[in-house]
């Protein structure tokens, strides 16, 4: 007798050729798309790691992950000695040697130094999107899933933000800048004359005015652009905790509140981390809506320097690697620009795969604790 596992994964033996051909025709496709993102990594890592990479200890050229982003000087001294430096060192060789002593001078933008700017704009983004997101995504499920009366309507609601999931990128960004960049609320003691209007409290003006192009606006428009992911990913995880745990509280006389958050939202809460997961790779990766809201080309400063309040980091507009790496794509690529460019797409995607792979731990970790 055949076993019964063996039977269900093969099926039955009728018409064993027209199965082997669907069988191989799935499978094809499969490992096709597999090869296909080999291929894309492979190409990544293979010339993206020469630029991070060195022969010898630590192994790793760590001004290219410390140090910020500079213009590289490429010029021949009075000896005919090629120099390749960034603009820090290349104003100190001015100053000791003379400019007298330069000769066929070329400069890259964005092309020497490190990237530690754009690697601090995009953690901070993405972390701070995800953590809006997952607060009011996580809201609105629980209301869909546990409170709201089913219906025509609420159904509708759902049919809205699976709709908002396909919104190209590019109307979030916009979406971005007209309300959290032009017009948010912010208290000031002096509203500016562009505020669409302003509610006086008393000790201060609530004026609707925007936050302008700054980490918060960006965080906050990337937010909206995820949120369907988490909102339809966390509702579907909260219908999956069995309703024998929801009734069974109740009977013990919990109210709807508590058997919610000790009986449903800890089993559901690695579905959740899921949507985590999806969404951060999104976040990270997005550049339209950050150009409207946050990123900058070029700063000098990290976000917290020269800030006095913690909360003024907020405000401070940010690089972001995505921008970064576009930025990078607009100038030709040479021998002098390639460990910008390729060094930049090897740490974005480093990036991409620590946080996924950080998610994805912490979900393990939550669904071993939890079973039922």
Known sequence: MDNPEQLIRKGVHHGALKQG????????LTWGIVLIALLIFGRICWDGAPALMKPEFPYIDVSFLTERTQTLHVFDD?????????????HAWVEKNGAESIFNEQTYSYSGGGIIGPIVGTALLTLLSVVLALFFGVAAAIYLSEYAKQGKFINLVRLAILNLAGVPSIVFGLFGFAVFVLAAPVFTDNPIDRSLFTVPLGFTYLSFQGWNSSLIAGAATLACMILPVIITASEESLKAVPQGFREASLALGATRWHTIRKCVLPFATPGILTSSVLSLARAAGETAPIMFTAAVAAKDSLPWEGVSNP??????????????????????????????????????????????TVSIVLRHRVRSKLKW
Do not use: C, D, N
């Not at 009075?78 to 290349?90: F, L, M, N, Q, V």
């Not at 021998?335 to 795969?353: H, P």
């Open 21 to 28: 051909a669907v069988k191989s025709l799935l499978g094809g």
């Open 78 to 90: 009075a000896a005919g000695t090629r120099h390749s430096i960034p603009s820090t060192e290349y």
């Open 311 to 356: 909360l003024a980091v907020l405000q401070s507009q940010v690089q972001a690697l995505p921008y970064h790496i576009y930025t990078l794509s607009k100038i030709p690529t040479s021998e002098y620009t390639q460990r910008a460019q390729y060094g930049s797409v090897f740490v974005f995607l480093m990036m991409i795969f620590l946080f996924s």
